[in-house]
């Protein structure tokens, strides 16, 4: 059974940072891309960024560009995703996902940029 389980979410100042983990279970992690999404109140869910199974492939969102890195630890099945310069527009709750034959997503960690 696909399980992917965020953690990492909290309340940060502006221009703080965060690091967000998505552990994964279930699949052989390594042969997937990943990817982050996030969802901000009133809005629709969209991506962030994305890496592939090995982690030689990133892309990422304009909005996130320069300020957030997706990284992956394949011998630990987790993902992550470090967020530097935070800003107000960054609150949201933060989503792994992955397509093992089926779209998964974990259950969201927030994250609340705020002074």
């Known amino acids: 059974q696909v399980q992917l389980v965020e953690s990492g979410g909290g309340l940060i100042q502006p221009g703080g940072s965060l690091t967000l983990s998505c552990a994964a279970s279930?699949?052989?992690?390594?042969?997937?891309?990943i990817d982050w999404y996030r969802q901000a109140p009133g809005k629709e869910r969209e991506f962030i960024a994305s890496i592939s199974g090995v982690g030689r492939t990133r892309s990422y969102a304009d909005s996130v560009k320069g300020r957030f890195t997706i990284s992956r630890d394949n011998a630990k099945n987790t993902l992550y995703l470090q967020m530097n310069s935070l800003k107000p527009e960054d609150t949201a709750v933060y989503y792994c996902h992955a397509w093992v034959a089926a779209s998964y997503w974990g259950q969201g960690t927030r994250v609340t940029v705020s002074s």
């Open positions: 279930g699949f052989t992690f390594s042969n997937y891309a």
